[in-house]
């Protein structure tokens, strides 16, 4: 039986990203993606109340970072008709809140979940300060609860060390800039992901959208280098 393999695959991207990490990397992959030929929707989960980053207070910041534990939903929008249709492969990416899903995608799997994932292939991508292990536990049994034929991960974790890096996670979430700071900026000199993982997101989607044309199996891509997944 001879198998049919798309001329331009079709890739719909459903992510959440609150400090602008995620989408930075997404930026990446999908120039990689569309330089192989593929065909790339994206779509924003957009929550439903409003939500800025950074939240301005240390108090705020404790607040959201403890309450985010409890895996509370954020409420969001109705999916945009470009979301409908046969596509290749679904992405779903976002942020690791306190070890969990962020709260938009929690309620995207919700609602939408099963509708929008059951018997595709979808490919998870973590954005992570670096405690992404808990949070890939949950997502992937909400995934396997929707019926989804998980194909691989992704995880990008930010290249500082600990314990700075977390210090300098919940001091930018607090409105502070850590990376200019006299005393942290030796440890903490940038936020958020490296310019290294901006490239490595590029090969990644240039390895995806050839992986996509050929037909081959998405498990055997190989997304674990230093900076991407330890």
Known sequence: MTTVLPEKPRVLVLYYSFSGQTIGLLHRLTDGLRFRGAEVVMERLRPSDSRR??????????????????????????????????????????????????????????????????????????????????????????????HAEIVNLMVFTHPQPEPWRTLGVFLKIAGKAPERSPFLKRWYSRFGHGRDQQEEAWRFGLDLGQALKRGEDLAELDFRTPTAMP
């Open 53 to 146: 980053f950074p939240v301005g207070t240390y108090v705020a910041t404790m607040r959201m970072m403890v309450t985010t534990c409890f895996r509370p939903r954020v409420a969001i929008e109705e999916l945009s008709p470009a979301t409908h249709g046969h596509f290749d492969l679904v992405i779903l990416a976002g942020p690791t809140w306190s070890y969990n899903p962020s709260g938009p995608v929690l309620s995207f799997l919700d609602r939408d979940g099963e509708t929008m994932l059951a018997q595709r292939k979808v490919l998870p991508i973590i954005s992570c300060r670096g405690y992404w292990r808990w949070h890939w536990f949950g997502l992937r049994k909400m995934l396997r609860a929707c």
